[in-house]
């Protein structure tokens, strides 16, 4: 299986998703600054896969931290706000370090070294349940998937974002393992590529049939009956069920709901804010829009010219067919079945 995040006894360890599909190098990371950078810089992407890298940066840091509870609980506090500050959108960044605090905060009175081998126990589980969690889903979604569907999905949401299997490419994953004669058509996924880079070595890596296409050939392929389905992730869902996903996820769903095809987003229950009540509260990540007309070292729009790198935008309830989570798939109206499926994710957890 592909290993996006492992760990030693004092690193966090990182396959660098900059260098794919070129190269395979795994970065050891000992710090939580150094994680930070990483999680900032894309080494590691995707909502729940920056989860879990912090889950585990904090328990390594736990180790570095005064044995003082007060102190340690305030230096756990510090470390998880400077990785929560690395990336806004994805809300699985500031779910996993709250889990990781509380569990300490709820702990402390055991002595902090009892804490320590806590954390790192609960941050290797929520590596562990993520996956499981991504089964779950895949499964829920594969009823979905038309027999031999030809599913466009944007950017990657497949085992390099999570710590494994994936969420939209877990929904393929599961189809293609039951028998189905799936195909996917992946959306290039300007600027960092993911889509051109990640979702077709992670397909090729698992012999899953995959086609490139640049982010403005959709509309056209939809027109001619060459898509049958979208799937996507999200990077946080609403409480009305609007999704922020990577830029250009909003087009691919109008483009869906003019051409009659299902759009569904696959996405565990840790990627649900229900403190959001609408997807205008979602803060949008602003990139360095150097990395728009930088590629590959390579400057192609005059130099001094502006440069917009807004990375997610949202997707209204209104264009989403269904929300596929662990424990099950949720129809319009969202509310009432969204705050369903967390409580379920609540209580598993
Ligand atoms: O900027 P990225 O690559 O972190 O954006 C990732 C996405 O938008 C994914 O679709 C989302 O995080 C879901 S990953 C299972």
Redesign the pocket.
């Known amino acids: 299986m592909i290993k996006p995040i492992g760990w030693t006894d004092d690193a966090v360890v990182l396959l660098d998703q900059r260098l794919l599909p070129g190269r395979e190098v795994y970065l050891e990371l000992r710090t939580v600054d150094e994680v930070a950078a990483a999680i900032r810089d894309?080494v590691v992407?995707?909502?729940?896969?920056?989860g879990v890298t912090a889950a585990l940066a904090l328990a390594m840091e736990a180790d570095q931290l005064p044995d003082d509870p007060d102190e340690f609980l305030r230096g756990l506090a510090e470390a998880g706000d400077r990785l929560t500050a690395a990336?806004p959108t994805?809300v699985?960044l500031s779910w996993a370090v709250g889990r990781i605090r509380r569990l300490a905060a709820r702990t402390i009175a055991d002595g902090v070294e009892r804490v320590r081998e806590r954390l790192r126990e609960e941050s290797r589980l929520m590596y562990h349940q993520d996956i499981e969690i991504n089964r779950a889903l895949g499964r829920h979604g594969a009823a979905l998937v038309p027999v031999a569907g030809r599913v466009l999905t944007?950017?990657?949401?497949?085992a390099l974002?999570?710590a494994g299997y994936?969420?939209?490419l877990g929904v393929v994953r599961a189809a293609f393992e039951g028998g189905n004669a799936v195909s996917v058509l992946a959306d290039e996924t300007r600027p960092?590529w993911?889509g051109a880079r990640l979702t077709a070595w992670e397909m090729q890596h698992d012999g899953i049939p995959c086609t490139v296409i640049t982010d403005s050939m959709a509309g056209h392929l939809m027109q001619r009956g060459d898509i049958d389905v979208v799937i996507?992730?999200?990077?946080r869902i609403a409480a009305n069920g609007d999704v922020a996903?990577?830029i250009g996820?909003y087009s691919v769903a109008v483009l869906a709901r003019e051409h009659g095809i299902p759009f569904y987003v696959?996405?565990p229950t840790s990627?649900i804010d229900l403190q959001v009540a609408s997807g205008a509260e979602i803060p949008i990540?602003q990139r360095n829009g150097d990395e728009v007309v930088i590629v590959n070292h390579q400057r192609i729009a005059p130099a001094g010219v502006g440069a917009a790198y807004p990375?997610?935008d949202v997707t209204p309830s209104r264009l989403v067919t269904a929300i596929i989570t662990e424990h099950g798939v949720v129809r319009a109206p969202f509310e009432e079945g969204l705050a369903g499926v967390c409580l379920a994710g609540a209580s598993a957890e």
């Open positions: 894309l992407r995707g909502a729940p896969a920056i990336r994805a699985n944007h950017c990657n949401a497949g974002a999570t994936g969420t939209a960092f993911q996507v992730g999200a990077d996903n990577k996820t696959a996405a990627t990540e990375a997610f």
